[in-house]
Nanobody, 118 residues
Framework: QVQLVESGGGLVQAGGSLRLSCAAS?????????VGWFRQAPGKEREFVAS????????NYGDSVKGRFAVSRDNAKNTAYLQMNSLKPEDTAVYYC??????????WGQGTRVTVSS
């Protein structure tokens, strides 16, 4: 099982930026083809934010973050990143990193909290 650890959350004013990191480790890490970011705001369901393949860098984004967020990865460091720009109060949530294997998101980090003040 791969282990995922998120970092980089915090409090930021609207219009500001944050970069989240997701460090991956574990013997089975190579079996996972994609890493993704999800978020869950209070009282809401978990929402897909962005994902990227470990190998080719193919990305996709949720509609609410397109043009503002950018996902990337550093294979040498086994780390994925989520650069968040032009943050809005509605981006406030706990952000989770996840790894996908055989089309299932079955490895999750503990989450990092992002709060955007207006």
């Amino acid at each position: 099982q791969v282990q995922l650890v998120e970092s980089g959350g915090g409090l930021v004013q609207a219009g500001g930026s944050l970069r989240l990191s997701c460090a991956a480790s574990g013997r089975t890490f190579s079996n996972y083809d994609r890493v993704g970011w999800f978020r869950q705001a209070p009282g809401k369901e978990r929402e897909f934010v962005a994902s990227i393949t470990w190998s080719g860098g193919s990305t996709n984004y949720g509609d609410s973050v397109k043009g503002r967020f950018a996902v990337s990865r550093d294979n040498a460091k086994n780390t994925a990143y989520l650069q968040m720009n032009s943050l809005k109060p509605e981006d406030t949530a706990v952000y989770y990193c996840a790894a996908r294997r055989q089309f299932l998101w079955n490895a999750w980090g503990q989450g990092t909290r992002v709060t955007v003040s207006s």
